[in-house]
């Protein structure tokens, strides 16, 4: 029998398992019956659900592009007029990058990360069944909105001023805003899960340095998706306060700016772009040593090369924005990053060639979309290093030379990949592989018809095609590329039918018995899988477990790894250290409920009613939502149950506090998400400052001395109940009341003063900004708030004490960060910036 070395000696033990211990496992993680699958949290089903409605928003998106090629295959058509044209090309950019591109690779990532790495299910599964609710009931009232006339038109940018009231009056373009800033706080949610899960539920011995390269592609992902994802929620915040109160963010003539939004937009959208490519480029780094039977060649330095290009993608958004009268040395700077982001992305695409070449590639269906994505990806690459530029950018900017670079990134980058993943993967999840005549055949239809479709566009834009444009006149050459293009677009569409074909022929998802490893595949998500994971949870000494040890598969399904069965009678995964994933804690996690569904339910309804102005019902759904928070919150920090015993003589406690607790940091994820907002926030502030000081005042606001002193006195009562937790219940909650609302009346004396003051929020960019930050402080003291008010029913229900605190401690984190950005923004609306006079 293979052994792998524990702390505690050899491991799989041979000892006979206890009579039930499997008959437990699998009650504990029974599935809901019938139509009360919704109700289900398992990362599994939700995968499942996750990957099938990303996948059908790729189709509507697909057909509105289909839509617009017919118009476009002519000169002078009149098949769409201009004004449908306009929405189907904003939902058809919509759709894809918010509503399927990130969500389709996030919802790979729920699915597969959890058997990859080991453990039963991601730290927060109601967590990440809420998100998915979220998108899925947002997603589709937005894509209606195309049915009844109320789709934006302004362009899956959303540039300003085009979409401001005066320019875009209806609710088309606050759909757009509201509907997108939900959806983007809902993809928050799953990154929060994924880091989470990737950094502490690891498989006993699985490192850093063991971990597969697409668990980290999704730390890289999470991470990105954290910082970048803030920039466009304050842009959406800011131009819907705009909309509806005439606050001057983007209104030139009163101090404000439009390139502020794309700014923010594009410090988001090109960051995007990796988001979307990264985990794809993970699951092609699984998937080429599997079919070429050979580890990895270079993993240390693709995961060095992951980490660099999510940083150098923070610094590329500027590449969008060569045309608008940046300074030179601008334009320099991020001339150079843009093209110095290809050397980590050229580095792995080196590394797969190596890999392929080092083993036996075996020309699969999945092999053909890896090599139909190298072909491709390289080629977006070519001309991307192209448009970065700034000579050429000024010639092919808003042509279709642009719209071609980017879907040679985009499909090439994300859906190729995407699509070899589910014909490699689809064994591992359904009771029969994909058929490989039809995989093979979709391939060549989707290969030849992409390039038929977007390589004219290439020469189009060229001589002179612009973008958005709904109709063109005959005679200027661009009547053959175009009816060309058509012909591609339709072709694709013909390979994609043959997809759908194929999984409706031969997809049967279970959570039972699967095809199996019929790649020979070498990690942990080719073990036998059911509704809670592998039967036991194996240690892990190399990065391809299962070629390393050959009779893991046999060891594990026969319980003869870490917690084969369940421990406490429910489910339950093991936390681990983060970097050496030593065992430190088994966390009980919650079953099938209806609390996180009806939250879900209720948040869209809340910001879709805001849409329409119909606040008084939207008030009223968010009182539900609260409600519903409050039951699916109460039971997540159930009481101790003692030590556990998991295996190999190791027991583990069933209660943490503190940093060991994975809701500790998700909370500090928490804080990063918003750090990042606030940021973005004090970069529109001082960007509007330095494009428009004649709106600004010379002398500040004088600082007032009361809402400072509130502010001392919150973060005292914050040390104060910090010590007094456990001692006593009435000072603690003394300290704790006091402390909130001390932090309340401080904000609200700060917005007090700058009203007596005379400042109005639409008299000028600078005011608009000033009320802005109150806006945002509003926000994090209403969470805090609610937070606070949950702390103290839980200490009357005798549910918090000084070692039952993860409530607490979740709250101590957040208030002090509210405390600090308070802080920060007395002295940036008060003390800076100084306009001389």
């Given amino acids: 029998m293979t052994r792998a070395a524990t702390a505690t000696g050899e491991y ?25 699958i919704v109700t289900a949290v398992n990362n599994t089903v939700i995968g499942y659900f996750y990957i099938a409605t990303a996948f059908g928003f790729f189709v509507l998106a697909g057909i509105l592009a289909l839509l617009m090629r017919t118009q476009l295959a002519v000169p002078d ?163 819907e306060l705009e909309r509806a109160f005439d606050w001057p963010f983007f209104i030139a003539e009163r101090g404000g700016d439009p390139l502020l939004w794309q700014h923010l937009f594009w410090f988001f959208g090109h960051p995007e772009v990796y988001i979307i490519f990264l985990p794809a480029a993970g699951m092609v780094s699984m998937i080429v040593p599997a079919m070429a039977q050979t580890s990895m060649v270079g993993h240390r330095l693709i995961v060095v090369a992951l980490i660099a290009t999510g940083f150098f993608s923070f610094g590329l958004w500027v590449h969008h924005m060569f045309t608008t009268g940046l300074p030179a040395l601008s334009l320099g700077f991020f001339s150079a990053a843009s093209m110095a982001v290809s050397v980590p992305s050229g580095l792995q695409v080196f590394a797969w060639i190596a890999t392929i070449a080092a083993g036996r590639l075996r020309l699969t269906a999945a092999s053909l979309f890896v090599l139909g994505f190298l072909f491709i990806f390289t080629l977006g690459g070519l001309t991307g290093v192209m448009v970065a530029m700034v000579p050429f950018d000024w010639q092919a900017h808003d042509t279709y030379f642009v719209v071609a670079h980017f879907h040679y990134v985009l499909v090439g980058g994300m859906v190729f990949p995407l699509l070899c993943a589910f014909y490699y993967w689809a064994p591992a999840f359904s009771r029969r592989p994909l058929s490989e005549r039809m995989g093979k055949s979709a391939f060549w239809l989707i290969f030849i018809g992409f390039n038929v479709a977007f390589f004219p566009m290439h020469i189009s834009g060229l001589i002179g095609m612009p973008r958005r444009v709904y109709s063109y006149p005959a005679g200027l050459g661009w009547d053959l590329p175009n009816l060309i293009s058509t012909v591609g677009a339709f072709i ?10 194929d999984f409706l022929r031969n997809l049967r998802p279970t959570l039972t018995k699967s095809a199996g490893d019929v790649w020979k595949g070498g990690t942990l998500e080719w073990l036998e899988n059911h509704t809670y994971g592998a039967r036991s949870v194996p240690h892990v000494d190399s990065r391809e477990p299962l070629w390393t040890h050959p009779r893991m598969s046999e060891d594990v399904k026969k319980g003869r790894y870490y917690l084969p069965g369940t421990m406490t ?172 609302g001390a932090l309340l009346v401080g904000l609200a004396l700060d ?87």
């Fill in 77 to 239: 058509n009149t098949f769409l007029g201009q004004e449908t044209y306009n929405q189907i090309f904003t939902m058809h950019g919509t759709v894809m990058m918010f509503l399927f591109a990130v969500p389709a690779v996030e919802a790979m990532g729920v699915l597969l990360l959890p058997q990859m790495l080991g453990a039963r299910d991601l730290p927060f599964p109601r967590l990440g069944a809420f998100a998915f609710w979220a998108y899925l009931i947002g997603g589709l009232v937005f894509f209606c909105t195309l049915f009844v006339g109320l789709a934006p038109s302004g362009g899956w940018f959303m540039y300003p001023p085009l979409t401001s009231e005066r320019f875009s009056p209806g609710v088309g373009a606050d759909f757009w805003l509201l509907g997108i800033g939900f959806i983007e706080i809902s993809a928050i949610a799953g990154a929060i899960e994924i880091i989470v899960g990737v950094l502490r539920t690891r498989a006993p011995g699985m490192t850093l340095d063991r971990m597969p390269i697409f668990a980290w592609t999704m730390l890289v992902f999470a991470g990105m998706v954290v910082f970048a994802f803030p920039a466009v929620i304050l842009a959406t915040i800011l131009l």
């Fill in 492 to 501: 694709v569409a013909a390979g994609i039918l043959v997809v759908l074909a």
């Fill in 569 to 740: 009678g429910g489910r339950e995964t093991i936390v681990t250290s983060p970097v050496e994933a030593v065992p430190q804690y088994l966390m009980r996690l919650p079953g099938p409920g209806w609390p996180h569904l009806i939250a879900a339910v209720f948040t869209a309804a809340f910001f879709l009613l805001l849409t329409v102005k119909a606040v008084a019902l939207a008030l009223a759904c968010g009182g539900i939502v609260i409600a519903a928070m409050i039951a699916w919150m109460w039971s997540s920090d159930p009481a101790s149950a003692g030590e556990a015993d998991i295996g190999a003589g190791i027991s583990l406690p069933t209660y943490v506090a503190g940093p060991t607790h994975p809701s500790w940091w998700a909370m500090v994820v928490v804080l990063l998400v918003a750090g990042a907002l606030y940021l973005s926030y004090v970069f529109g502030y001082l960007y509007l400052w330095t494009v428009s000081p004649a709106t600004w005042p010379t002398t500040p606001i004088s600082m007032p001395s009361w809402p400072v002193t509130c502010l001392i006195v919150s973060g005292v009562a914050l040390a104060a109940a910090t010590r007094l937790l456990g001692s006593s219940r009435l000072l603690f909650a003394l300290a704790l009341a006091c402390g909130i």
């Fill in 12 to 36: 799989p033990n041979d000892l006979p398992r206890p009579e039930g211990e499997l008959e437990r496992l699998e009650a504990a993680w029974e599935l809901p019956k019938g139509w009360r």
């Fill in 751 to 837: 917005a007090w003063t700058q009203w007596q003051s005379g400042l109005r929020p639409s008299a000028s960019g600078y005011a608009a900004m000033v009320y802005a930050n109150a806006v945002l402080q509003a926000q994090i003291a209403g969470v805090v708030t609610a937070m606070g008010a949950f702390t103290l029913a839980r200490l009357v229900a005798g549910r918090l004490d000084a070692d039952r605190r993860v409530v607490f401690d979740n709250l101590a984190l957040l208030w002090g960060y509210a405390i600090g950005e308070a802080a920060l923004g007395l002295l940036l609306t008060h003390g800076f910036p100084r306009v001389a006079g």
